[in-house]
C-alpha cells in the first residue's frame, strides 16, 4: 500500500513537472501575440516615413546588433557551418518578406484589413504543417481552426456579415496575404533548420542573414534617403520593433515550435484580435460593445480544443 503511495505520489510530481514547462510556453506564445498586436498600430503610425524595404533592414540590423552582445558572451563566437548558415539564409527569406509585405501594405490599405487577413495564418499554417512535417489535423484540431478563424472574423467585424462580404481586396490586401503565406511557411520550416542548437545563436543568425537580404534589396535606394529629415518617432518605431516584436518574438515563436508544433504556436495568432481590442478600448480609442462577446467566446472555445490536444505529430 505504502508503495503503491509512493509510486502514485511519483507519478503525479512527474506529471506535474512535464506540465509546468508547458504552461510556460503557452505563456509566452501568449506574450508573443501581445507584442504582435501592437505592432500593427507602431507600424500603421511610421510606415510612410521611409521605404518598407530600408526600414525593415534597419529593424533587423538593429535587433541583430542588440542580440550579439549576449550571444558572443554566453556562446562564443563561432561561425555556423555552410549547411547551417544555408538553412538560417533560406529561412529567413520568407521571414523579411513578411514583413516587409506588412509595411508596404499599410500603405494602401487599412489596419482593420490587416487584421482579418491575418487571422489566417493559424489555418495556412496547419496546411503547411501537413505537407512538410506530416502534421495531421485531427477532427478536434480542425474544428478548432475553423471556430478559431470565424471568432477572430467575428471580432474584426463585429459580428456585422456584410461587412465581411464587403471587404474589398486592394493591392495592400492581395500584399499582405503573400505575407502571411510566407509567415506560415516559415513557421513549418523551423524544424526542418533546426539541428539541436541553442536557440538564441539560430535567431540570431536568422536575423543576421534577414538583414543581409533587406540591404541587397534596398541598396539603390539608400543613398536618396535625407536620414537628418527622417522623423525622430520612425526611428523610435523601429527601435520598439526591433526589440520587441522582432528579437524577442523571433526567438519565443523558434523555442515553441520546437516544442510544442508549428500549428499549435500559429493558433495563438487567433488572440490578435481580442488583444488589439482590448489595448484600444483600455487607451479610449475604441469602445467595448457586446457584439464582440460572441467572437471572444468561440476564440477561447477554439483555443481549448486545439492547445489541449495531444501531440499529433
Not at 550579439?68 to 518578406?97: C, N, R
Not at 535625407?226 to 522582432?246: C, M, N, Q, R
Not at 523558434?254 to 487567433?270: L, M, R, S
Request: aromatic share 12%; with cysteine; proline share 4%.
Amino acid at each position: 500500500m505504502a508503495t503503491l503511495t509512493k509510486d502514485a505520489i511519483g507519478s503525479t510530481r512527474d506529471s506535474t513537472q512535464k506540465s509546468s514547462p508547458n504552461l510556460i510556453i503557452h505563456g509566452l506564445m501568449v506574450l508573443v501575440i501581445v507584442l504582435v498586436a501592437t505592432s500593427f498600430p507602431i507600424g500603421a503610425a511610421i510606415t510612410h516615413g521611409l521605404p518598407p524595404d530600408v526600414m525593415m533592414m534597419l529593424r533587423f540590423f538593429t535587433a541583430a546588433a542588440l542580440f550579439a552582445p549576449f550571444v558572443l558572451l554566453q556562446h562564443g563566437l563561432q561561425l555556423p557551418s555552410g549547411k547551417s548558415l544555408f538553412g538560417y539564409s533560406m529561412l529567413s527569406i520568407p521571414l523579411v518578406t513578411c514583413f516587409w509585405t506588412m509595411f508596404e501594405a499599410l500603405r494602401y490599405t487599412t489596419a482593420v484589413n490587416t487584421g482579418a487577413i491575418y487571422t489566417l495564418v493559424p489555418a495556412i499554417t496547419a496546411i503547411f504543417a501537413f505537407f512538410l512535417n506530416n502534421e495531421r489535423a485531427s477532427r478536434r484540431r480542425s474544428i478548432g481552426l475553423l471556430l478559431g478563424t470565424t471568432g477572430a472574423l467575428w471580432i474584426v467585424f463585429r459580428g456585422n456579415l456584410a461587412a465581411l462580404i464587403g471587404l474589398d481586396l486592394n493591392y495592400g490586401d492581395l500584399i499582405f496575404m503573400g505575407g502571411i503565406t510566407c509567415m506560415s511557411f516559415y513557421s513549418s520550416m523551423i524544424k526542418h533548420v533546426y539541428r539541436g542548437e541553442p536557440m538564441v545563436v539560430m535567431t540570431f543568425w536568422v536575423i543576421l542573414t534577414g538583414g543581409i537580404w533587406l540591404l541587397c534589396l534596398s541598396a539603390n535606394t539608400l543613398s536618396e534617403i535625407e536620414w537628418s529629415a527622417v522623423d525622430p518617432k520612425v526611428y523610435g518605431g523601429i527601435l520598439y520593433l526591433s526589440v520587441f516584436t522582432t528579437l524577442t518574438t523571433f526567438f519565443l515563436i523558434q523555442y515553441g515550435t520546437v516544442k510544442i508544433g508549428p500549428t499549435k504556436v500559429a493558433a495563438y495568432g487567433f488572440l490578435n484580435p481580442i488583444f488589439v481590442l482590448l489595448m484600444t478600448t483600455l487607451l479610449g480609442t475604441h469602445q467595448f460593445t457586446w457584439a464582440y462577446v460572441p467572437g471572444v467566446v468561440l476564440v477561447v472555445l477554439a483555443m481549448g480544443l486545439i492547445q489541449t490536444e495531444g501531440s499529433t505529430q
